[in-house]
């Protein structure tokens, strides 16, 4: 027999029960070398550079993933700036490749070989195929641990947020971040960021008229 409308059910848990949710924290920069330095002592060179493009690039995770040699190089030469299409808005997104980042993944292709069509960073089951947001996930938790931080405080947004952040404090551009995000809305970009009263007036506050 089923249960009828008048049977006792016990609660359910909710989806989120010990989890925290919520926007992910974004790395400061003194944690951004602590990561760097523990990768480097470790001679993980592959997760070295996936965490220089990941910083960099600003990227979603199911976008970082899917990068493409041929997207990073030119000619036999890393890029300085590279561009991508966006799976969430099916629209472009450029990003810079700083020097850290482009040593770290000149360090990682050669090692890893392969062809411009081939992708920078393969799955660990099938090489042909790219690494799954979820052994990125993994990888992100990984790192912040080993540094002291609490995985639950961070995650693969973390790094898509931390340069944007950093970018926003330093000069308080909302429409540059926004386009470096690739957000269709500034709205969006607002809600990302955090941006709140308080960082509208500090801006206010640092300019006189």
Not at 48 to 71: E, P
Not at 87 to 93: E, I, L, S
């Amino acid at each position: 027999m089923g249960r009828s409308e008048f049977d006792y059910l016990p609660p359910r848990p909710a989806w989120n029960a010990g989890r925290k949710v919520g926007a992910k924290r974004p790395l400061k920069p003194r944690q951004i070398w602590a990561i760097r330095f523990h990768l480097d002592r470790e001679h993980r060179l592959r997760d070295r550079a996936l965490f220089d493009l990941a910083i960099d690039s600003k990227l979603r995770g199911c976008d970082l993933v899917k990068i493409r040699i041929g997207d990073l190089v030119t000619g036999g030469e890393l890029r300085t700036r590279a561009m991508v299409i966006q799976q969430k808005t099916g629209r472009p997104v450029q990003f810079e490749i700083m020097s850290d980042a482009r040593g770290s993944l000149l360090a990682w292709l050669e090692r890893r070989g392969g062809s411009i069509e081939d992708y920078a960073f393969p799955s660990r089951i099938d090489h042909s195929a790219h690494m799954s947001t979820r052994q990125y996930a993994r990888l992100v938790d990984e790192w912040v641990t080993a540094v002291g931080l609490r995985s639950e405080d961070y995650g693969t947004h973390s790094l898509r947020r931390t340069k944007a952040s950093i970018i926003y404090k330093a000069t308080g551009n909302l429409r540059a971040v926004q386009i470096l995000l690739g957000h269709t809305k500034i709205e969006n970009t607002v809600r990302y960021l955090g941006v709140d009263v308080e960082d509208a007036l500090t801006l206010a506050e640092g300019i006189e008229v």
